[in-house]
């Protein structure tokens, strides 16, 4: 490997290892921790209902009063390696308050798969969710799809993929491209190489549907790649003819700009809200 080379991985490892970057981190992670126990305690919910046959194939549903309401199915983050939907069951403590179910969904994490089978095992996981959500008593009257970080580029991937009803996509601090991947230190647990990066980048793919409404959102004090990534979808999707509407929060990092998602008085749940057209 030549001395530029190790350079250009140094400076991609600095951009895309976001723990590094935020320390602050844990301290997030806690408070989501805390909220997401009480929100499974005090709301109304089924949790780990299988949407397949693999141990990580369990969405959690929480249940608006009002039914049939929107159902937001919401996709975690975690460097497609770590973290799991019950650290995110918080979220559906202003949603169901405005209205709207929420359904968190689990998915196998690196290592152990591959990119390729990870987002056909999310389009099976959502597709599920669409058609039997009514079945298990979470009647809906349209259903979004929503996302952070590694979420965020599954969510990315499903709007790529045919055939799923998909009302709105919100999409907060995404990879939608995931060809730097291949040179940073993450892929010695994520194995991709150039084809399959590039076959599961929503940067190099188009919309099935290219009238589904789609919020980007992002922190102003993000690193500056993941500020790229956001703004460069948005580039590439618009001239394709989708509506985007682009949201940077600022003064936010990474996991800042996600906590926002669970702030029913912030101006990222305020998008999201407006997707899934709740009442103020």
Request: hydrophobic content about 45%.
């Amino acid at each position: 490997m030549t001395a530029s080379r190790k350079l250009a991985n140094t400076g991609l490892d600095r951009d895309y290892d976001l723990r590094t970057a935020f320390p602050d981190y844990a301290a997030y992670f806690e408070d989501w921790r805390t909220r997401s126990l009480r929100a499974r305690q005090e709301l109304s919910c089924l949790l780990d209902v299988r949407y397949g046959p693999g141990l990580r194939d369990r969405v959690d549903f929480f249940v608006a009063a009002s039914r049939p309401a929107p159902l937001l199915v919401y996709i975690h983050g975690g460097y497609w390696r770590s973290m799991d939907k019950s650290d995110f069951s918080f979220l559906a403590m202003p949603f169901v308050k405005r209205g709207a179910s929420l359904a968190v969904i689990n998915y196998d994490l690196f290592p152990g798969t591959t990119m390729s089978r990870l987002v056909a095992q999310v389009q099976s996981a959502y597709a599920w969710v669409a058609h039997n959500a009514a079945r298990v008593g979470v009647p809906c009257s349209s259903i979004h799809l929503a996302g952070w970080s590694a979420g965020a580029h599954l969510a990315a991937m499903l709007l790529c993929g045919p055939g799923l009803p998909i009302a709105s996509l919100f999409a907060i601090s995404g990879i939608y491209d995931l060809r730097p991947i291949v040179e940073t230190s993450a892929n010695a647990d994520l194995g991709l190489d150039l084809l399959e990066a590039e076959r599961n980048s929503p940067i190099r793919l188009s919309p099935a549907d290219p009238t589904c409404p789609v919020g980007l959102a992002w922190g102003a004090g993000e690193t500056a790649a993941f500020r790229s990534q956001s703004s460069s979808l948005a580039d590439v999707w618009r001239r394709q003819g989708v509506k985007i509407a682009m949201l940077e929060v600022p003064q936010v990092h990474h996991y800042a700009v996600m906590h926002r998602l669970g702030d029913d008085s912030s101006e990222v749940f305020a998008e999201a809200a407006r997707l899934l057209r709740l009442q103020a």
